[in-house]
């Protein structure tokens, strides 16, 4: 393993970030969302790369003044070795320099690891959607985090 470095999402990520959604989602978006995502100038798309392998990516969605963590993904391999917590910090960073006062995210209540990451990092509990995923069904827990509070 090289040095983990992290940078902003470009197309040509697009192929290999899907490829790492397909291990991790049940239901996972399409190599045209990607594609489409990254032409939208509300949303910050990060990678993080070992060389020249994409190991993981985070989207952020920018609107006013709440920022959605839409989707973070690190491979399998890659896992516990703060690649999540890195990428969550450097998308903090450019929302700060939006008028988002706070960062709004939804968690499959069973994915225990990234509540607990999420909980690290600041983000607080608020509710909880009934019945919010598919594939298998399941209650999302919503979190937020306020950025100048």
Known sequence: ???????????????????????????????????????????????AEDGDLVIGFCIFRVLFDTADLDMIVVSKDYRNQSIGSHMIDLGIKEIKKTEAQRIMLEVRDSNTEARRLYERMGFKQISTRKEYYANPSEDAIIMEMNLYA
């Open 1 to 47: 393993m090289k040095e983990i470095n992290y940078r902003f999402m470009e197309k040509r990520d697009a192929y290999r970030a899907y490829r790492i959604m397909r291990s991790a989602f049940s239901s996972p978006w399409g190599i045209k969302e990607f594609e489409d995502g990254l032409k939208l100038s509300y949303n910050i798309c990060m990678v």
